[in-house]
């Protein structure tokens, strides 16, 4: 198993930056791809970012593309996601997530573990 403790959500201005990490534990060694996803009010949970175990591979949404960076510290186990220029449609809750599958499959929606989430929201 996978526990993943999300942190750094909070209320921004449009146009303002925030910054999220996860922090992960126990069965890291598997967590082959870690990633972000988001739930915004009355939508279904949608892709964020994912990002390889070397972190030389990256995926992002359209529409983050640009303005959200994703990273992770291994020796940490630790992911975070850098997000510019915010807008009040990034208002959602944001959940980490760890999955044994390489970063394609991960993309396409094999996640096996998610953390609890961290409200972002973003006022116009």
């Known amino acids: 198993q996978v526990q993943l403790v999300e942190s750094g959500g909070g209320l921004v201005q449009a146009g303002d930056s925030l910054s999220l990490s996860c922090l992960a534990s126990g069965r890291t060694t598997s967590a082959n791809t870690m990633g972000w996803l988001r739930q915004a009010p009355g939508k279904e949970r949608e892709f964020v970012a994912a990002?390889?175990?070397?972190?030389?591979?990256?995926f992002y949404a359209d529409a983050v593309k640009g303005r959200f960076t994703i990273s992770r510290d291994n020796a940490k186990n630790t992911v975070y996601l850098q997000m510019n220029s915010l807008q009040p449609e990034d208002t959602a809750v944001y959940y980490c997530?760890?999955?044994?599958?390489?970063?394609?499959?991960?993309?396409?929606?094999?996640?096996?573990?998610w953390g609890q989430g961290t409200q972002v929201t973003v006022s116009s």
């Open positions: 997530a760890v999955s044994f599958n390489l970063i394609i499959a991960a993309r396409r929606g094999n996640w096996n573990y």
């Open positions: 990002i390889s175990w070397g972190g030389s591979t990256t």
